[in-house]
């Protein structure tokens, strides 16, 4: 592009006058915040709700979980279809990949806990029960608390990376 700007023209002899006009545009991010990181934050959050459930009801986790892959995806084709398709890795696609990691690995691990070979209950006295039930509930909390370590870890690292990108694309 010819950079007009030195150009001297004679008012006198010219048949054209030379204007530009320069826009700066920018986007609220507040709109993304709102319509597409929270909701998936808390569809992240709604399928931890199925570690609250005790470990024989494996088929009601699941449902959970599909359930809330499905409107992860759904939220993910929302998202998708109100930007302009590119060929690059966005932002938001980071996150949501994150997301279905997560979700998935919760789904990963109610299976895996149905298929932990227990003694019944039946062949122990009452204290070794108990005392297996609250290893249970130590156990589901330390899953839990991992699950939420590993998204605010996310978060702290992706937000300030994603800020200084938009602050660098929009100079």
């Not at 150009?7 to 597409?36: C, T, Y």
Request: net charge positive.
């Amino acid at each position: 592009m010819k950079d007009y700007s030195r150009m001297s023209i004679d008012p006198e002899d010219s048949l054209f006058q030379i204007a530009w006009l320069e826009l700066k545009l920018r986007r609220s991010p507040l709109i993304a915040l709102i319509s597409i990181y929270i909701p998936a934050l808390m569809i992240v959050m709604a399928s931890w709700l199925a570690f609250l459930l005790p470990d024989s009801e494996t088929a009601a986790k699941l449902g959970i979980g599909i359930t809330s892959l499905l409107s992860l995806i759904t939220l993910t084709s929302y998202a998708d279809s109100k930007l302009p398709k590119v060929s690059y890795f966005r932002g938001h696609d980071l996150f949501f990949g994150f997301s279905f990691a997560m979700m998935f690995s919760s789904c990963v691990v109610h299976v895996r806990r149905k298929f932990t070979i227990l003694p019944r209950s039946s062949m122990l006295d009452q204290s070794k029960v108990s005392e297996m039930n609250c290893k249970l509930r130590i156990r589901s909390f330390s899953t839990v608390s991992v699950f939420v370590f590993s998204l605010l870890v996310f978060n702290i690292v992706y937000w300030p990376v994603v800020i200084s990108m938009s602050q660098y694309a929009s100079d």
